[in-house]
């Protein structure tokens, strides 16, 4: 195509932001959901024209940027990239709707923020060039750093200082590593760095560099700890972007950029990578058993939800892999819908507390016919999406060494705990006192919002193939990649 849709649909938000800025608060709102939708209609072509059979770059734009250094204004998309674009694109359309009435102060900002944050997201899973890649990166923090501090509850300041500090110490580490590769290399182009052959020791040091700034994004164990607070103290959207797309940026950058540029450090930190992916998911599963404030559960649910995407990437397989990214799009969909569950009755009840809950089913039986699903999706109940995502990473981990695939297992079994447990303290058993005096069932607008998030997980559950057709070709190039490094041969 000579038309450039990939930059279309990455600028299309941000001006979107701008005109927002213009415009009185009821209208921001009505331009909000154009832009978002507008972008969801411009995007459609690279999903609709995509070759699952090709392992090139596809809807590929590249010109000339900085040419003292090399650096090129580069986009595409293949496989890999493509599934992540259309979560970012959906999601951010889902959270224009469901802030609706939930954000009635800044309506203009708030709204321009969220647009700023999806140019964000979508720009760097399009980029196929280390330095726009980082751009995004770094961009994508501004945003987020507004939405829970500006927008968030109780102790937002904290929260969004904390997430800043930690995610901008993996940035100074992920820029020193650029610099690196781009002394090293005279390139900052992903084919190009994928086909340049490091030394053992350059591989080590980069491969420790970008592994820290993206195990703090994913958030991996024992960099997490950002990640329960800035869940809790975010506004319903904050927290749907940053469960959806954010974490997703750490185990995209270990794909686009760990796997194939520095295969023999993979191989060699294999063991430690392995190690605290199975820490993460049994760790996270127990300290969400101990949760009182529903979104603090939600959030540490996503630490062991995550681990299991980083055991399938590091399992090195195509089982492992192919699990890790449709497990990635499961989460963002179930998670960011359990968000927007937890945002729609709060935003009611203004409590947060499992306690204050209880026989919701008899007072809002549509709510949580809905809240059944996600929860059912989240325990990879058969039928739903995860299920088949969380299937592919346990075989995959039994393919590397059946110990981690046990591990996984009771992953699963400890994940079905907690959310049957939320759900019937949520829903079932007697209603608390006061609740019945509240209008609490959901309005039309809300059961639209969440109604295409169950159609993705009812889609994905029982046609996988609608996410894994996207994915063979590229990772079948990946796995190539990073099969047989020669570690001792490699400049040690």
Not at 157 to 186: N, Q, R
Request: charged share 10%; hydrophobic share 55%; with cysteine.
């Amino acid at each position: 195509m000579t038309f450039p849709v990939l930059s279309v649909t990455t600028f299309l938000p941000v001006l979107g932001a701008a005109a927002v800025l213009l415009l009185g608060d009821r209208l921001a709102r009505w331009v909000a959901l154009a832009t978002t939708l507008a972008t969801l209609m411009v995007s459609a072509p690279l999903y609709l024209s995509f070759d699952k059979s090709s392992t090139a770059l596809q809807f590929a734009e590249s010109v000339p940027w900085i040419r003292s250094w090399n650096v090129g204004y580069g986009m595409g998309v293949d496989g890999i990239s493509l599934p992540f674009i259309f979560l970012s694109v959906v999601l951010t359309l889902l959270c224009v709707a469901a802030s609706w009435t939930a954000v009635q102060t800044l309506v203009r900002e708030f709204y321009a923020t969220l647009l700023v944050a999806e140019t964000a997201m979508i720009g760097l899973f399009g980029s196929t060039n280390f330095f726009l890649f980082y751009v995004f990166w770094e961009l994508m923090l501004v945003p987020m750093f507004l939405l829970i501090g500006v927008w968030g509850s109780g102790r937002r300041i904290y929260a969004s200082f904390k997430f800043l500090i930690f995610t901008l110490a993996g940035s100074v580490l992920m820029l020193v590593g650029l610099i690196a590769l781009l002394h090293t290399t005279g390139t900052l182009d992903f084919r190009e760095l994928a086909t340049a052959r490091l030394t053992f020791g350059q591989q080590i040091w980069l491969f420790v560099a970008f592994s820290l700034a993206f195990a703090v994004k994913v958030p991996m164990f024992p960099v997490h700890t950002w990640l329960p607070d800035a869940h809790t103290e975010a506004p319903t959207a904050g927290s749907v972007i940053l469960a959806g797309v954010l974490l997703k940026m750490g185990g995209y950058g270990l794909l686009r950029i760990g796997l194939p540029i520095l295969p023999d450090a993979v191989q060699f930190f294999l063991t430690p990578m392995l190690a605290l992916s199975v820490a993460a998911i049994v760790y996270g599963a127990f300290v969400t058993l101990a949760q009182t404030d529903v979104k603090r559960l939600i959030a540490y649910s996503s630490i062991s939800h995550m681990g299991f995407v980083t055991l399938g990437i590091f399992a090195l397989n195509r089982s492992g892999l192919e699990g890790a990214i449709l497990q990635m799009v499961n989460h963002g969909i179930i998670t960011g819908a359990l968000f927007m569950c937890v945002g729609m009755m709060y935003e009611r009840t203004h409590t947060r507390e499992i306690v204050e809950y209880g026989g919701l089913f008899k007072i809002a039986p549509i709510f949580t016919t809905f809240l059944a699903v996600f929860c059912l999706a989240a325990i990879g109940f058969p039928g739903l999406n995860a299920f088949v995502g969380e299937f592919l990473i346990i075989s995959g981990a039994f393919q590397k060494w059946p110990g981690l695939g046990v591990m996984a297992v009771c992953g699963v079994g400890l994940g079905t705990t907690y959310m049957v447990w939320l759900y019937y303290r949520v829903a079932l058993g007697e209603a608390v006192a006061g609740l019945r005096q509240l209008r609490l069932e959901l309005n039309a607008r809300e059961a639209a919002t969440l109604a295409p998030l169950v159609l993705l997980a009812l889609v994905i559950g029982l046609y996988p193939a609608s996410v894994l057709g996207f994915l063979h070709s590229s990772v079948t190039q990946l796995l190539a990649a990073v099969a047989a490094p020669d570690v001792l041969a490699g400049g040690r």
